[in-house]
C-alpha cells in the first residue's frame, strides 16, 4: 500500500527551501558548490556559540528543514570574520549566506523574539542616534527589551560588571558621546534604506 504524501502545510520539510534560498539569498546559488567536508565549522571561532555549524546549517538547507535554519541562532552568531570563508575549498561564500539570511530572516519575522536580534536592534539604534554604540544605553535598552521587571533583574544581575568597567576606565559616566555630522549620518542611513526598500520590492 502507498503511504500518502505528508500534508504540505503541516510537513516538517519544506522542499523548496534550498531552492529559494538559491535563488533569493546573497551567495545562496554557490550553495550547490559545498561538498561538506567541515573546514568551515571547524575554522569557527564560534563555533561553540552556534545551534549548528555552517557545515551542519547547509547540509539542513538542503533537506528543507526551513523553520530550524531560519530560527537558528548561527545566522546571528557569525562575526564575519571570514576564516570559513578563505579557507573553503570550494569557495562557497559562508559569510554572505548567514549574513543574508540573518536579514530574510529578520523581514520574515523569525528573528523578533531571539535575544540576539535584540541586540542588533539596541545596537542599531544608538549607533543610528548617536552615529557610535553607547554600551550603557544598548545594554539598558536590551535588557528592559525583554520587559520591566526583567529589565531590572538583568541590571542587578549584572551591576558588579558594570562597576569593574567604570573602574577600570572602559565605561564612562558622562553624556553619551555624538559624532558631529548627525544630519550627514541620517542622509546616508536614509539613501541606504531606499536603496534596501527598492531592491527588496524588486526581487
Ligand atoms: S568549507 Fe566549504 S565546502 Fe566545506 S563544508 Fe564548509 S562551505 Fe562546504
Ligand atoms: S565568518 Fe562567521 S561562520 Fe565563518 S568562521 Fe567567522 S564567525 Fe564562523
Known amino acids: 500500500m502507498t503511504t500518502p504524501l505528508p500534508d504540505p502545510a503541516t ?11 538559491r535563488d533569493n539569498v546573497n551567495g545562496g546559488d554557490k550553495l550547490s558548490m559545498c561538498m561538506q567536508c567541515g573546514v568551515c565549522s571547524g575554522s569557527c571561532p564560534i563555533g561553540a556559540q552556534m545551534d549548528y555549524g555552517p557545515r551542519k546549517l547547509f547540509m539542513m538547507i538542503r533537506a528543507g528543514m526551513k523553520e530550524e535554519v531560519l530560527s537558528s541562532n548561527t545566522i546571528w552568531n557569525c562575526t564575519s570574520c571570514y576564516r570559513c570563508v578563505v579557507r573553503c575549498p570550494r569557495e562557497v561564500p559562508v559569510t554572505y549566506i548567514l549574513q543574508d539570511l540573518a536579514a530574510k530572516a529578520a523581514d520574515m519575522g523569525y528573528a523578533d523574539k531571539t535575544e540576539n536580534n535584540k541586540f542588533a536592534k539596541s545596537f542599531w539604534w544608538s549607533a543610528a542616534a548617536f552615529g557610535r554604540t553607547d554600551e550603557r544605553l544598548v545594554t539598558a535598552l536590551y535588557y ?4 520591566f521587571a526583567e529589565g531590572i533583574k538583568r541590571g542587578l544581575a549584572n551591576l558588579k560588571i558594570a562597576f569593574g568597567l567604570i573602574k577600570a576606565g572602559r565605561m564612562h559616566l558622562t553624556a553619551p558621546h555624538a559624532i558631529k555630522d548627525k544630519k550627514g549620518l541620517k542622509a546616508i ?5 531606499e536603496i534596501d526598500k527598492r531592491d527588496g520590492a524588486g526581487q
Not at 528592559?144 to 520587559?147: A, K, Q
Open 11 to 21: 510537513r516538517k520539510y519544506d522542499q523548496g527551501f534550498a531552492r529559494w534560498v
Open 189 to 193: 542611513l536614509d539613501k541606504a534604506a
Open 144 to 147: 528592559f527589551s525583554f520587559g
